[in-house]
């Protein structure tokens, strides 16, 4: 017996090849040695092979897995809506340059409600971020403004 005895090593071939029949099997039928369950194994009356429990041996009602439990991510029966690629771009360019942001949140979020995609809070993160940077702005460049007019009327010299 070798250590690889019991590994799948692929279906087997729906007919021996030419030179080599099928033990115990009537010609151009069946599996060639070492393929097909080990010696002296059957399974337990009334269960097919592979195909769930015997009738009588399932779970209690009740018992099955928890509801809201599917397949996990990235296997079929899986599907995630894609992300908005202008609600991303709102919140990085309301870092980079804030009224671009903000315009690109407002667009990104008309856009999420006509097409059902994910990305609302990133528009709304864009927008806020954007106006929040763009009022700094404002007010920044208005003190300025005060500023140089206030030391423009000031006089050094007689």
Known sequence: ?????????????????PHQP????APGHGAPPGYGPPLGYAPPPGHGAGYGPPPGYGLP?????????????????????????MAILALVMAF??????????VV???????????????????IIIGAIACALVVL??????VALASLSSVSFGP
């Open 96 to 105: 980079v340059f804030a009224p671009a942001g903000l315009v690109l949140g």
């Open 108 to 126: 990104a979020r008309r856009q999420i409600r006509e097409t059902g995609e994910e990305g609302d809070g990133l528009a709304l993160a864009g």
């Open 1 to 17: 017996m070798s250590s690889d005895d019991g590994l799948y090593r692929g279906d087997a071939p729906s007919s021996p090849p």
């Open 22 to 25: 099928a033990v115990g099997a």
């Open 61 to 85: 009602p009740g018992y099955g897995p928890p509801p809201g439990y599917g397949p996990p991510p990235g296997y079929p029966g899986h599907f995630r809506r894609p992300t908005n690629t």
């Open 140 to 145: 920044a460049l208005v003190l300025w403004f």
